[in-house]
């Protein structure tokens, strides 16, 4: 398994010199304390205890898995002191409020900090990882005395919370949820049914878990309108916050899984456990969908983490494994082979995942400045600022969960493949990142519910096409500044503007097209998100270089080969990745009876 | 795990009315006893074999892996059993030399035999699978009285076999290979070394095993041209034929591997083996990569197999599980919601399967048929049919084993992904089959290293490009009869004449590229590889269509919905699949520079 060493310079880069980050925390309103230095600090603190603490913990966690025994769940060794130093960091509360026991900086930190510690131990962080869920969804829909109760004891970390969504029969279609939650004398409910794919749903790390559970009110409406959002706490809280009666719901057996094996997935058995309803009857799904992008955000992540987690390995691997001799000639004649990096195809695999990971690391680093500016919406109670960046994080969330999780999964597989038969082997921990990775296309909305949200939800229904408008009015708007300011950056320019006119082009004919016939959004909502994706992280890679290009040029720099680097890498984007899009672009205007025509019984024959 | 059913109706489909199988047959000099009837026969009783053997043991067999203990390897339950079935049957001889205990019949039935077997469970298969090396080799280079003593035991599936080349230092680059050959006083050889990766090394299926080595004599030249082959029996053999004194060569552990956990993948450790030279002093490796073409086609039957196997289980469940309502509209108002195939993007994903699946076997079929004839011309002793027949199948063998190993993987992937979450979870099986089709881009060659043959070996070195421009000419030729003879094929006709004309050109453009700067072939191979695989599965797809319209204009036909489905599987490849040429077509031709730039010292900072 690589030793994972978090990609400072490359944070601070995008931090710093590209997004902008000091400014804009001196902006927000919950931004004061994020100063330059505390946020360097943050960073160093989080990268050390990454390295250090997480990540020697991510094989052997993957090597002994989560053992089950009457119901009590053991996670691998070391987890739980792992957890405990985590919770003695103060990291669960970071970017929660100050008064329920948290640190109160903006979102975006919490999620530079998940980068780094999903990266070292992706199973491990899903523990605090699931717990943000519940924490999120208290905050924007519990009482006051639901945050009191639960909301603090899981913002110190001392508590863990799940989200139970999935049952047997529906995991996409919610609508079909059995669990039932019938009410009790007291105000309470009691809840019955059974929940699977629970993520974190029992483990030995904290003494109390909280359960947000989607169950059905006897009266409630059929569908998705009649699903209502229950808190059920493991242990009942006393009202002076210590722990009460062993509730009903107990983990009545681990999953056997491909992957992220370090982390407990529960079939979580709920029989008359007690429960608390949160926000509105029958409104549980629109509660739980509230927090959705940036649940969504922290899942596209794992894109990043795992790209970036291969390409460490692969790279290692590439500088010292020597086979053959490079097609222009012998580059180490000391030597008894040149080392793999010296091969073109083996460039064209690294490049690959180095443009993956710093790409998407420059986009969930812009994801996550939205959600603080939608967070700060909230708590200056400015419903358009909510609204406005609601929309644009919107637009990004399916984007980069659907699109950055499949160039996750190939970046993953490219560095298995560096490794050529070493790859296979587990020793080398290579294949356990495709492994772990292959989850990420699956849960939290497979690829095809990113790509119908995206496609169906917000860009035809909800903006009949305007969401793409907005969003590319930016990226026009950076390309002819390019055009007036960097002549060396024309041609990206070019390419940029192009890349505008051909998505809003292809999202018209699109809305057009399903006008008449609502199949071309299934069939075509794939092709669609998988161009989006390369059409943004285009952007992305342009405006990195348009940074470097211009440091490079005031010159004086230490970093010039940092700079010079970043010029490669989105020169290898531009010319071998971003081609790609054409595939998409040509496949999603087909007549959707390519898809559709074949009769159902017709598939297969004997 | 899905169970298996051999798609019977669409191998007829291919050798009776596309590939016109009978007439190959009558040709050939060795098949006038393949006659339809017996072919018929031999189909029918392999599926039966397949499905009702072999395929209950694979998910039991990735369970269970196999065990070491004291050089003694075990192999999952049932494998003993299920092989002496296979000896019995006569399986392994089905296609090699009735002098030698085979049956004597042309290697595309052996072929199309295994491929069953594989996709019923390629951990099983391989055991056979890697014998079948060992036989090809003493075949074509062992002496006749190496043919007697272990060519016989091994055609009878009595011994089994297996090919030691790679080594810790090395795999693809095998003149690094340090396994020593010293010459003893009788003739033999004393082997010492450590060979590692050696599928079926050590097992408990048969009571010998033959490993063909590469070694080093101790006056060879450095490099590639000083490693000869060798024969290491398990156990010598007597004279006549009985078990002799066990040799010193053995199994040091099993390597712990992502997938096809029921094949043993062994350490074998050489201390001092008696080895017998095959083939001259020093030319091993010559030896070794006679018959390396059908070996990699064996592979590329690999991407087959799990893409058809994945499909089966994602059909199956597509049209079991019902989630949400199809966008045009309810279809199955009965239900609680449509099953999964009613929705687009799962068609997207069943399709692809589909059109990989039957338009791969399409091609390994044509390309047994290339074998068939390349080994008359070495039973005629006619070297120009010989040569002819090597060429065509050695330009398809790297687009098989690359490309289509790609896209088996593509396909194993999808099929999880239909699954949902589902698929995550091993009792399903699906994830074992995406664990078990890793390998197959990795060994027998990486895909780098068979777009490094195709583009560098066989297209620019060997043949200047004009490798082509012959295997188009039959596409070239197939698309103008299109044009004249089927009116509804048009437009396909002109997409085949298309792609004849930009493959040959790309060819040009990067053969003047390479004549100026030789790395452009390392870092255009990939895309080259993946744009030769997309335009022979187009002729694939094209060829089947013609038959399909043929069929169903005649009329009559019981099979009429059998060829409507591969008329829209034609259309899905051609409209949503083939549009990726485009990006490997522009990807190829883009400069060198933006793959080789990069300091090798900068491809990350702290």
Redesign the interface.
Known sequence: MPAY?A????TRFLLNEVLDFPAHYQRLVNGSDATPDMVDAILGECAKFSEEVLSPLNQQGDEQGCTWDQGEVRTPKGFKEAYAAYVAGGWQGLSHPVEYGGQGLPMSLGLLKSEMMATANWSFTMYPGLSLGAMNTLMQHGSEAQKQAYLTPLTEGRWTGTMCL?EPQ????L??VKTRAEANADGSYALTGTKI?ISSGEHDLAENIVHIVLARLPDAPKGTRGISLFIVPKFLANPDGSLGARNGVSCGSL?????IHGNATCVMNFDGATGFLIGPANKGLECMFTFMNTARIGTALQGLAHAELSY?GA?AYA?ER???R????TKEPTQ??D?L???????????TQ?AIAEGGRALIYLASQHADKMIEGLLKNDDRQYQHWDDQLGFLTPILKGCLTELG?EAA?LG??VF??H?????HGM?QI??DA??S???EG???IQ??DLL?RKVLMMSKGKAVFEFTKPIARFALELLKNEPAMRLRALTLLKIVAQWNYLTLRLAFAASR???????A??DFLMYSGYATLAWAWAQQEAVARRKLREGGSE?A??Y??KL??S??Y????L??????A??ML?????????????????
């Open positions: 060493k990609p400072l310079r490359d999935t529906c995991g996409t279609d609508g079909q794919f999953e056997h899984k491909m992957g460490q790279l500088l020597r086979s053959m490079a097609l222009s000639g008894i082979a080392a990096i010296h091969h073109g195809d083996v460039r064209r695999m690294l490049l180095k999964l597989n298995m493949q050529g038969g790859g296979y082997i587990q020793e294949e495709v492994r292959r989850i296309t699956l849960y497979t690829t095809g790509a119908l169906g016939q609502r199949d071309i959004v299934s069939t909502c794939h970093s080969d940092f010079k680097a490669a890498t020169d290898f531009f010319q071998r990745l081609p790609r899009a054409k595939g998409h040509s496949a087909k007549p959707v009876k390519s898809t559709m025509q074949l009769d159902q019984a017709h598939f297969a024959f004997e």
